[in-house]
């Protein structure tokens, strides 16, 4: 598990185009460090992993996805960021009748 964190965390520090010195820097650890956490060699804390997670403007999921148990997916897609703003909007719509037809126009759009 420590190496596949620490290979992602590299992969994403080298494509944001970040030297180990930039991070470790960014994270209060010397680029000695940042080589030991991606080579696996020593084991991030949680807490260093959500500041990494914020310097490099990740989702703390990115260094864990698809390791581990599954779960499958639930049938209808959560609401969240940008779609849970356009939905309050179209709640917010008083008249019947046009919201309706933007449910009707959002419906016809989406694929099947």
């Known amino acids: 598990m420590d190496v596949i964190v620490g290979r992602r965390l590299c992969a994403l520090r080298q494509s944001l185009g970040l030297s180990q010195r930039k991070l470790g820097a960014l994270l209060g650890v010397s680029f000695q460090q940042i080589q030991k956490y991606e080579r696996g060699t020593n084991r991030m804390a949680v807490t260093m992993l959500v500041r990494a997670a914020a310097a490099l403007n990740a989702p703390m999921s990115f260094f864990f996805e698809g390791v581990g148990p599954q779960i499958d997916q639930p ?3 959560l609401i969240h960021g940008s ?6 909007a179209l709640a917010k719509i008083e008249d019947r009748k046009v919201r309706a037809a933007f449910r009707t126009l959002i419906r016809a759009l989406a694929p099947e």
């Open 75 to 77: 049938e209808q897609p």
């Open 83 to 88: 779609n849970m703003v356009i939905a309050q």
